[in-house]
């Protein structure tokens, strides 16, 4: 009988919908003579057996090696092997059919031989994985391996892949395993890909090569191999040192960063009104307390916006900071103007205080701070250079506050009034300037920004009552090798400190480094006073 259109086209899309449910399920099914290993007596067979399960590269083999690592593979008496589903049922991985589980059935267990066969065969199987940065980590484990039998699944692994980073992982790993190959032409072409690639992880399989034993022989025998060798190791060696300097100049700009919040409200009041304020780092932590405060408030209340808490914790910080110095200038300060020694003592005293209640409120113990999840991780850059999403935070958020404080003293009543006062207060008063409440207002102001710095340190240290006082002679450092009340100054001289200190630390190490900095500012100090930039006013009289 003939077929009409409509029932031909019904019977087509039936065959063509069943091909790829045959294909799918035959891709699931692993092969009885390659699970037989497992059901071995010896650890020689069941390692055998991972290692080929590993070379298949077919979700079915996938899916063994996943049980493998859950625990959940199960051998019968009569050498099947099952996958357990639930605790009465299991998967048959050979035919496919969901089975009752035998009463004798046992659990396999691995032991550290048959775990690292078990990662390597993982590693294996999931460079096929639909997720590229699976692939990319699996292509980055068998750069370490060195096993000449992962070369023909790398190979089709790079001939599928499309992703040019992951390509470029999957050819490192095909000539880290090459470099055990018989022929010294396949050797050399692997030494010299090694050494394009720049990774420091190669540099001991690299030094190996050009190794003489006690007898005076050379592991690699071949000489141009060696000389290969050579030049990949300088390569790498090259880029180490321009990796290391990168390095230590972001870390120090972001040292700087954090020692530029520091010393900003610093330079504000002890250039306005020349008091020098001891008691600055535990403005600092008081920022940082309220950061820890509105964390709790967020966990508390609103959990589904944690992720966000920062962003409620500056303005937070920023209040409660500055009415606390605003406060400590209307009750102590505004009555010691003119006598430092007086104001250093006094500031000093507070700052036990502010410490000491802290310590009463919070305890004496560090309080836990959490980056949220978007500074949590960071910019992988170089190979072997890792750049921290919380610290580059942190410099952009030195920056903005630079800006901001630059728009406030130069496009802002409050900004003419304290230019006015620090450069002429006398003369400023008789013009009418409230003097007083200008002061109050700028030494809320600096310490408002001394609570915004609170809540950087709080994202990079532990948080606790004693977490300002390795913040102020850093401080005071910046302020006076910059130039007493310069904005200017106060941005070069942090930033300046910071990386000059994360250069010679690799040298010198922390505490030479810092001893090295002070002798250098005292120096500096002896030759030109004003620091930097020359102060105005008040300051410089």
């Known amino acids: 009988m003939s077929l009409t259109y409509p029932s031909w086209k019904r019977w087509l899309l039936a065959v063509l919908l069943a091909l790829p449910l045959q294909f799918s399920v035959a891709a699931d099914l692993v092969d009885r003579n390659v699970l037989s290993g497992l059901a071995g007596d010896s650890n020689e067979e069941r390692a055998k057996a991972i290692t080929a399960l590993g070379l298949l590269s077919t979700p079915g083999a996938a899916e063994v090696l996943a049980a493998l690592g859950d625990g959940n593979v199960l051998i019968t008496s009569n050498a099947t092997v099952l996958l357990a589903r639930t605790r009465e049922q299991a998967l048959d991985p050979v035919t496919g059919q969901i089975v009752s589980i035998p009463g004798d059935a046992q659990s396999l267990t691995l032991n550290n031989r048959l775990r690292r066969a078990l990662q390597s065969a993982l590693a294996s199987s999931e460079l096929f994985s639909s997720q590229p940065s699976v692939r ?11 096993d000449p039998a992962r070369v023909p699944i790398i190979e089709r692994a790079l001939s599928a892949e499309k992703d040019p980073s992951i390509r470029r992982a999957l050819e490192v790993a095909m000539a880290s395993a090459a470099l055990k190959s018989p022929d010294a032409s396949v050797r050399r072409q692997a030494v010299i890909a090694l050494g394009e690639s720049k990774n420091s992880a190669f540099k001991p399989a690299l030094l190996g090569l050009i190794t003489a034993d006690g007898t005076g022989q050379y592991i690699e025998p071949d000489e141009t191999v060696r000389t290969a060798a050579k030049a990949a190791l300088s390569k790498i060696e090259q880029h180490q040192t321009l990796v290391s300097w990168i390095g230590n100049i972001f870390f120090g700009i972001s040292l700087g960063s954090v020692l530029l919040l520091a010393a900003l409200g ?40 944690l992720d966000w808490y920062v962003l409620a914790a500056l303005p937070v910080a920023f209040l409660i900071t500055a009415i606390v110095g605003m406060a400590l200038e209307r009750t102590v300060i505004r009555w010691l103007y003119g006598r430092p020694l007086e104001t250093l003592l006094a500031t000093w005293g507070i700052s036990l205080i502010l410490m000491q209640a802290v310590r009463s409120i919070f305890g004496a113990q560090n309080v836990e701070v959490a980056n949220p999840s978007w500074m949590s991780s960071g910019i992988r850059i170089l190979g072997d250079l890792t750049l921290s999403y919380n610290r580059l935070v942190i410099i952009g958020f030195a920056l903005c506050i630079v800006i901001a404080v ?12 304290v230019r006015a006062i620090t450069q002429n207060r006398r003369m400023a008063d008789c013009v009418g300037v409230p003097t007083g409440r200008i002061d109050m207002l700028a030494f ?38 910059g130039g007493v009340g310069q904005l200017a100054g106060t941005v070069v001289a942090a930033l300046g400190l910071g990386v000059l200190n994360k250069i ?25 006073p004003q620091g930097l930039f020359a102060p105005k006013g008040r300051s410089a009289e």
């Open 504 to 528: 010679i630390e690799p040298f010198w190490g922390a505490v030479i480094a810092k001893i090295a900095i002070l002798l250098f500012i005292v120096l500096f100090v002896q030759k030109r």
């Open 406 to 417: 630059w728009l406030v003293l130069n496009f802002t009543r409050l900004g003419l009034f």
């Open 444 to 481: 809320g102001l600096g310490s408002g920004i001394a609570g915004l710095a609170g809540v950087a340190l709080s994202q990079l240290s532990n948080v606790g009552p004693d977490l300002g006082r390795g913040y102020i002679v850093d401080s005071f450092m910046v302020v006076v090798l």
């Open 266 to 305: 610093l330079a504000i009041t002890f250039g306005l009104m020349g008091v020098i304020n001891m008691a600055h780092g535990e403005l600092l932590m008081i920022g940082a307390y309220a950061t820890y405060i509105v964390q709790g408030v967020f966990k508390q209340w609103f959990p589904e916006w």
């Open 136 to 146: 990319l980590a699996a292509a980055q484990r068998l750069q370490k391996e060195a």
